[in-house]
Every structure is written in C-alpha cells, then in structure tokens.
C-alpha cells in the first residue's frame, strides 16, 4: 500500500531490523559512539536500554557491520539458553566447531580462542540482544567466565 504511494523500492518496514534504513541522529550516534568506545577500551558490560522498537538491534547490527577488522563479534540473538547453550552458539558464531557438549571443554575453547585474538591485538566483543531475558544463573556464568591473560615469557621474580 504505502510502498507505491511512497514510491519505495523495498519495504522499510519488517519484522527484523533493516540496518539500510536506519536513520541517524544525535541520540543514535551517541548510543553508537558509546559502544564502540566501550569495546574498544575494553570496558566491560555495557548496557543499551530502551523501548521496544526504538532501534537497539538496528544499533548492534550497524556496529557489527561498521567495526574494524580487529574487532570479532558474536551476536546472541536469542538469550533464552542455557549456559551450554549460549557457550555452543558463541563459539559457532566465532566460526568454531564446539567439540563437545561439556560445559567445561566449551569453556575452555572459548577461553583458548580469547587469548589467540589478544596475542594478536584483536578485540573480542558479546553482543547479546533482549539480554534483559538472559536468567540470573546464565548471567552470573558470563559474568564469571575464566578470562585468561596470555602467559608472560621469561619473566623473573624479584626477592
């Protein structure tokens, strides 16, 4: 109806987010300058609130589409897993093949592919959209996720 009224090419209007149609404006460059700037000083959890259709997965999806190429993301698009779960389809997300259903040898995968992008300077980011669904029990995993440092060679202790 209103797209030959309009004289649209593509309905703009959908279901899923249309990033292409995104319009900017002060408020969304800021929310997307406040990301960016989160993930790469490495700041943690970072919290983009809002009503519902405002554009909060438009947002995430033109951050993903926009980052630099040191900046690897997963995006949860369904939080409402189990930690199993979440820790299979982050790894699949990162384009690697979980090799078990063990939550520990999931973790261990993730953590070992952690510590291969910081040697190499990369940045790792989680995006989870509708996060306020994630349950306590997953949330307080992520938050506990055993993020290892790389190994420091040749270091010497002092006495």
């Known amino acids: 109806m209103y797209e030959n009224y309009f004289g649209f090419g593509d309905l703009p209007f959908r279901v899923t987010p249309q990033p292409h149609f995104f319009y900017s404006n002060p408020v969304y460059r800021e929310a997307l300058a406040t990301l960016r700037y989160g993930i790469e000083a490495r700041k943690g959890f970072i919290v983009i609130t809002g009503e519902v259709g405002t554009g909060k997965t438009?947002?995430?999806?033109?951050?993903?589409?926009?980052?630099?190429?040191?900046?690897?993301?997963?995006?949860?698009?369904?939080?409402?897993?189990?930690?199993?779960?979440?820790?299979?389809?982050?790894?699949k997300d990162f384009g690697i093949h979980p090799l078990s259903n063990d939550k520990y040898i999931l973790m261990?995968?993730?953590?070992?592919?952690?510590?291969?992008?910081?040697?190499?300077?990369?940045?790792?980011?989680?995006?989870?959209?509708?996060?306020?669904?994630?349950?306590?029990?997953v949330l307080e995993e992520l938050r506990l996720l055993p993020i290892s440092r790389p190994k420091r060679r040749n270091s010497s202790k002092l006495f």
């Open 58 to 91: 438009t947002l995430l999806k033109l951050l993903m589409r926009s980052a630099d190429s040191v900046i690897h993301t997963a995006f949860v698009f369904n939080p409402k897993l189990d930690f199993t779960g979440l820790l299979r389809f982050i790894l």
């Open 108 to 137: 261990e995968q993730l953590n070992d592919y952690l510590i291969q992008q910081l040697q190499m300077g990369h940045i790792v980011a989680l995006l989870i959209d509708e996060a306020q669904q994630l349950s306590d029990g």
